[in-house]
């Protein structure tokens, strides 16, 4: 590949560059300029976090050809603003709140910028048109829209409220300012693609593509002697253990015999660059022999399935047993069974997972976005027979997480890339391994078996739920009990009787995802309650308000509330709005 | 690797000697929101030159032409330059809203008109409206130029008449909508943006001077068969009829008869069939009312 010299005009400064002649606009600003406000987030043009503006019209950088550039004025996040002349934009998005994770917030604020140098005045339509390219998962939208139309506003020379109120005892009761939204809307917040090492090498890992399969051999001869490629690691060189889990020690960083899930780690590579990176994954031979793969839990249950791990397909059996469940069904006037299935929910955060891994003076020093920075600490130094003083994880941004960054992703293999090289190495997950490799939302299938007096008020509970785990642990078992206690979510009940199972299969492994094992359960019982009220004659909001709990319930662990439960006055608050106008959600 | 060589053509006399100095190793890129993608993942063979002819002035642009009797859009025009043209939303309105509707704005500030039709896709934003409005595109070759309609341009899904290391489409040309005529879009998407369409149905009409009778009709469907989809049968059951409620049934059961929709994860087959009828209705009712007439 030919490098040619090209001149990129940035933010008003002509740049000549060399670059190679199929480099995106999105590398020759990150990687020759040192422009890290434009992020890589899915690398096809199909999250907009790489957003920046040319000849003032708002594009995907990651698939603008850099030499394209050439002749056009291209403005970056740090074009429009620092902290010292900071842009209308940026500062209405730290005013209303509209930064969280900052990831998706260079784009967001340059597709706005776009807009109000066209449209001075636009309405909410062409706000949420003009955005419509920029993909936040943290937000929802609303206080971007909100931001946007103040900043039109300020740029129209009018004065806009300003939520902040100087402290002046504390800060409980009052909106404060985000001690980390002003390097996010200026493009400054380090994320950990963002930061560099001198001397630093690129790491990526070969993925099983079979759910079920024996490794017979892996061959790492062809990567190590291909130029450029410092390390080819597979399971026997991990130093110490090669067993991770917060719960259950059950996943191996680097399969040694068995896969378990598609794109499950088999060999690591680490070399001066991402392309030899790739070029050095190719020259790995692995010798496989396919075993039957088992996807649904019930199927994985039977005595006959493949057998996922050696101890047994049912990784966890939660059982809650309160009052006498028999009793309960005897008092009930209505009885109302029904079956749910829920889905796998990906978190698809826009910052892919991405480590920074050096030994600095024997301790190894991982940079990474997470969110269990202990646990990967214990781990890493677990791998590397470390003593764990001889770990640091240093948390960079996060670039959303949603639960699944609290697992172990890209750390591991940075470290014991850089443990094996001597240098600092980085690795950082494509969007495609962040899909196949993250863990998930369980999906669950749940069957409910409800009892309820005439009067609407519940008197027995029958609950089995069967989560789908995947192929490891992860956080699932907790998640499960949280699901099994939350199994009738806010209501009390005399008799309850919870079976709870997580099931060790073939497809990609359950984990904490936002709300941890609750969300599963609420369309459920929500469903069935509604079903009690149309029985007993009561309205949606009167057959909750009899069932709720309320100080001396006790839930379904058998815990008696004392204060500090606000079911009844959250109903209180919000019936009457859920259908306006209808006396559907009236008390 | 995504490619070898990057060469940015200034003008179709450069390109042209770009195409015969590569000798069928260089390939006509213009936006390159879809080719870009496509080689970012499988990589290039050696030695592939990517032509850029998105920067020839003589491409780009929309203008009235023949004395107003057709409408000349430049094939390196930008689907946004088309969403906020003028002309093409009085004169080609389906164009407008498919060109508003494709990607998201910063696909839409690079994706020209004619990279969609080249891409030869059988749902294409642009594509479909163009093919209601009866377009036909310039090929121009070192050698030779010709006007090729649209609904002989495709062969197959991705495949089209046009080959990309010696031909180049320069222009598109369609007859503006009359006093009498409006076009316009139907789009069925699981989101507003990011999307390419579950269901998309594009309908022109042109109506007699006391807007009594159809007296052209065309409706384009994608994707419901290998290439964008004339429904010809509901169009030609059309022709000569009086504007009514009645006609425009008609011509959606005969549309959602003829059209061949398959499952994919965008849709199942047979809710696009049904679909079929639902959004072909909705288009020409949609031309219909935005010309006055009430049926």
């Known amino acids: 590949m030919s490098m040619r010299s090209i001149s990129l005009n940035v933010n008003g400064v002509v740049k000549d560059i060399s670059v190679s002649e199929d480099t995106v606009l999105l590398d020759a600003l990150r990687d020759h300029l040192g422009l890290t406000g434009a992020k890589r987030g899915c690398g096809k043009g199909e999250c907009g976090a790489c957003t920046v503006l040319v000849d003032n019209l708002p594009v995907m950088s990651c698939i603008y050809p850099a030499i394209k550039a050439e002749g056009r004025s291209i403005v970056t996040i740090e074009g429009i603003g620092d902290d010292r002349t900071i842009h209308p934009v940026q500062k209405q998005f730290i005013e209303k709140g509209a930064v969280q994770c900052g990831f998706c917030t260079p784009g967001l604020i340059l597709s706005s910028k776009a807009l109000l140098d066209r449209k001075p005045h636009p309405d909410e339509r062409e706000i949420r048109v003009a955005i419509s390219g920029n993909l936040c998962r943290c937000t929802g939208y609303t206080k971007v829209v909100e931001a946007i139309g103040a900043a039109a506003s300020e740029l129209r020379g009018q004065v806009v409220s300003s939520y902040r109120r100087e402290p002046k005892t504390g800060s409980i009761g009052r909106s404060i300012t985000r001690v980390d939204s002003l390097p996010k809307v200026t493009g400054k917040a380090v994320f950990t693609d963002d930061m560099s090492l001198p001397n630093m090498l690129f790491a990526g890992v070969l993925r099983s593509p079979y759910p079920s399969a024996r490794i017979n051999s892996i061959d790492c001869s062809g990567a190590l002697s291909h130029p450029g490629v410092r390390a080819a690691l597979t399971a026997k060189d991990i130093p110490g253990s090669n067993r991770f889990g917060i719960i259950v020690k059950d996943q191996p960083y680097l399969v040694e015999e068995r896969v378990r899930f598609v794109g499950e780690p088999l060999a690591v590579v680490a070399a001066e660059t991402r392309e030899l990176v790739k070029e050095g994954l190719n020259k790995i031979r692995v010798d496989y022999t396919e075993l039957p793969a088992v996807f649904v839990p019930e199927e994985a249950m039977k005595p006959n399935a493949p057998r996922v791990h050696d101890t047994g397909n049912i990784l966890h059996h939660r059982k809650i047993r309160k009052g006498n469940i028999e009793e309960g069904f005897a008092k009930a006037d209505i009885i109302i069974e029904k079956t749910f299935t829920s889905q796998t929910v990906e978190h698809a955060y826009i910052e892919p997972e991405a480590a920074l891994a050096h030994m600095d003076h024997g301790q190894m020093i991982v940079y990474c976005c997470s969110q269990a920075p202990h646990y990967y600490r214990n781990e890493i130094a677990s791998m590397l027979a470390f003593p764990i003083n001889k770990v640091r994880i240093v948390r960079l941004a996060t670039g959303g997480g949603f639960g699944a960054k609290i697992e172990l992703t890209a750390q591991p293999y940075a470290a014991l890339c850089s443990y094996f090289t001597g240098r600092p190495v980085k690795y950082v997950f494509t969007r495609e391994e962040s899909v196949i490799t993250s863990t998930k939302r369980h999906a669950f299938n749940l069957h409910y078996k409800l009892g309820a007096t005439k009067e609407g008020k519940l008197t027995a509970a029958r609950v089995t739920i069967i989560s789908n785990g995947g192929a490891y642990a992860s956080y699932g078992p907790a998640v499960l009990t949280r699901s099994a206690t939350m199994a009738i979510g806010p209501y009390e009940c005399p008799h309850v009787h919870v079976d709870a199972y997580e099931v060790y299969t073939n497809y990609p492994i359950g984990g904490a995802m936002r709300g941890f094992g609750a969300p599963q359960m609420a369309p459920c019982h929500e469903a069935i309650m509604d079903e009690i009220g149309r029985r007993c004659g009561l309205s949606p909001i009167e057959v909750r308000r009899r069932n709720l709990l309320r100080p001396g319930s006790s839930t379904t662990t058998n815990q008696v509330l004392e204060h500090g439960i606000g079911a009844l006055e959250t109903l209180k608050q919000t019936s009457g709005r859920a259908w306006p106008g209808s006396d559907r959600g009236a008390i | ?295």
Not at chain 2, 100 to 110: E, F, T
Not at chain 2, 143 to 166: C, Q, T, Y
Not at chain 2, 209 to 231: D, H, M, N, S, Y
């Open chain 2, 1 to 295: 690797m995504r490619w070898e060589t990057y060469k940015v053509a200034r003008s179709l006399e450069e390109a042209f000697g770009c195409l015969e100095q590569f000798q069928g190793k260089a390939r006509v890129i213009a936006g390159g929101t879809d080719l870009v993608v496509q080689l970012s993942e499988r990589g290039a063979d050696s030695g592939m030159v990517l032509l850029d002819i998105s920067s020839i002035s003589d491409m780009r642009g929309v203008k009235i032409a023949d004395g107003g009797k057709e409408i000349m859009v430049g094939a390196a025009t930008t689907m946004a330059e088309l969403a906020q043209s003028e002309i093409i939303a009085k004169y080609g309105r389906a164009l407008a809203l498919g060109a508003s509707c494709m990607g998201a704005p910063q696909i839409r500030n690079v994706a020209t008109i004619g990279g969609n039709v080249v891409n030869a896709q059988p749902a294409a934003d642009g594509t479909i409206p163009l093919l209601a409005l009866g377009a036909e595109a310039r090929v121009v070759s070192a050698k030779a130029e010709k006007w090729i309609a649209l609904e002989e341009l495709f062969l197959d899904v991705g495949r089209s008449l046009v080959n990309p290391s010696e031909e180049i489409i320069t222009h598109f040309r369609f007859k503006p909508s009359a006093e009498t005529g409006s076009s316009s879009l139907q789009r069925l998407a699981k989101r507003k943006a990011f999307t390419l369409p579950t269901l998309l149905v594009a309908a022109m009409v042109r109506l007699d001077g006391g807007k009594q009778f159809f007296e052209e009709v065309r409706i384009a469907v994608g994707p419901v068969a290998r290439t964008p989809w004339l429904a010809r049968e509901a169009a030609d059951g059309l022709r000569g009829s009086p504007v009514s409620q009645e006609a425009i049934e008609k011509a959606g059961a005969a549309a959602k008869l003829a059209a061949h929709p398959r499952d994919s994860l965008r849709g199942g087959a047979e809710y696009r069939k049904e679909m079929v009828e639902v959004l072909t209705k909705r288009a020409i009712l949609e031309c219909v009312t935005s010309l006055g007439v009430n049926v």
